[in-house]
């Protein structure tokens, strides 16, 4: 009996061992559900399943994967396409190993009774898992990331190849023990096959680490060029201010010949011309954040040649607990939605409030719509792939800073409110 129990308390720390590694490389890639629910189950999810016996030619893996991918959903949040991607590459990961391990450690010929095989091949997993843990661990993103839909499901399409080749190499050969040429074959076919999805697995993982680090890149590049052209405006109203000043004896010399003649209709008319003076409009500051004040600048001047009526109030300190490239996602997706949806309104008009009140973020935005919103709040452009970060991904980062983002479409008009805790 007390040696049933040392077994027993010894495969549970075991298996504790595997969820603990897994759920290390698993939870910077998906977003959790709030409070410990979320850590607790995904926890659950991958050490539980570790625990599972996966010959290739049993259907043990038939009753796990159902299960595994219902509770995988239930942990995570976010884009569902991002999150079943995410799961089917770490559900072929563990199950790979699992598969590798049951099926081929007792042929190793060093195996003298079903005992010692069962504590090898519980022993190998975290072992296993482990190193792989330690050779991406400083690979591993700070927070989770987060992909545009249409990169997500270029890597759902990937994963879907080496989930299909696991399955069907693990199901389609059930029963394996009807004959001994046909276990034979199905256990040359898993020996090519099995360690074929643990590494694409393991790619695709290291894959997704570039794609992120590409589109931080490329939102980088976006606000730089967007601050490129707020600095550039601001010189040139510079510019255009010291020739002001330089030329004001002039001016003045001629408004004071045209009064001293009488001509005080042709003073008023200079005096107008000389008002109308782009040195004197003053440049477009909207807020004391030079992120805010590049990004808004640049959309204003897009809805000022598009003909848009627009009101934008924006009161946002010079610092802010957002990094500057999800700040600018926010506001510049945020605004080119709403540019995009007022096309074909009887009136086009956007209204833009965003500020920081009492250490809540707040933004929002509401346009008018010159035809009926997609019921999923998507875009209704054809390209769909090439626009923006879209709904989801500034939802994503709304969540990403525990905060919320709300869309509503109604009575010809569309409204955006995105509210983010800026406390510690």
């Known amino acids: 009996m007390l040696q049933w129990l040392y077994y027993a308390f010894g495969g549970i720390i075991l298996i504790a061992a595997n969820g603990f590694f897994l759920y290390r490389i698993c939870s910077p890639f998906v977003r959790l559900r709030k409070g410990r629910a979320g850590s607790a189950l995904l926890f659950l999810t991958m050490g539980g399943s570790s625990g599972m016996v996966i010959w290739i030619g049993d259907p043990n893996l038939l009753y796990t994967t159902p299960v595994y991918f219902v509770l995988f959903m239930l942990s995570t949040r976010g884009d569902w396409v991002g999150r079943l991607s995410m799961c089917s590459i770490f559900f072929c990961i563990e199950m790979s190993v699992c598969a590798l391990l049951d099926s081929y450690v007792r042929f190793a010929g060093l195996i003298q009774g079903y005992d010692l095989y069962d504590i090898l091949v519980r022993v190998f997993r975290p072992v296993i898992f482990g190193g792989l843990y330690l050779l991406l661990r400083r690979r591993l993103p700070a927070e989770p990331l987060s992909l545009p839909r249409r990169l997500w499901k270029v890597v759902l399409g990937l994963a879907a190849m080496p989930l299909c080749a696991m399955l069907a190499v693990v199901l ?46 490329e939102r980088s590049n976006q606000l730089a060029g967007l601050r490129e052209v707020y600095y550039h405006g601001l010189r040139q109203q510079e510019t255009q201010v010291r020739r002001l ?54 959309k204003v001047d897009d809805m000022e040649r598009a003909g848009i009526e627009h009101d934008v109030a924006v009161s946002l300190p010079e610092e802010l607990p957002i990094s500057d490239t999800d700040l600018a996602a926010l506001l510049g997706n945020a605004l080119d939605n709403a540019v ?55 939802r994503d980062i709304a969540e990403r800073y525990r905060g919320t983002l709300e869309a509503t479409a109604r009575s010809g008009r569309f409204e955006l409110l995105v509210c983010i805790p800026m406390g510690a």
């Open 172 to 217: 389609l050969n059930f029963p394996q023990y009807d004959s001994m040429s046909m276990g034979t074959i199905a256990l040359s076919q898993g020996i090519v096959v099995l360690p074929f999805v643990l590494i694409t697995s393991v790619v695709l993982l290291a894959a997704i680490l570039i794609l992120a680090d590409h589109e931080r890149l």
């Open 245 to 298: 000043r330089h030329d004001m004896r002039s001016h003045l010399a001629v408004l004071g010949g045209l009064l001293e003649s009488g001509k005080a209709d042709a003073a008023l008319a200079y005096l107008s011309e000389l008002g109308s003076s782009p040195a004197l409009s003053g440049g477009k500051h909207m807020c004391e954040n030079e992120t805010a004040n590049a990004v808004l600048t640049a």
């Open 340 to 394: 995009e949806g007022t096309a074909g309104a009887e009136t086009r008009r956007i209204n833009v409030r965003c500020k920081l009140d009492k250490g809540l973020f707040m933004l929002r935005v509401e346009n008018t719509m010159g035809g009926e919103a997609n019921p999923d709040l998507s875009t209704t452009k054809a390209d769909k792939s090439s626009h923006g970060f879209g709904i989801p991904g500034m």
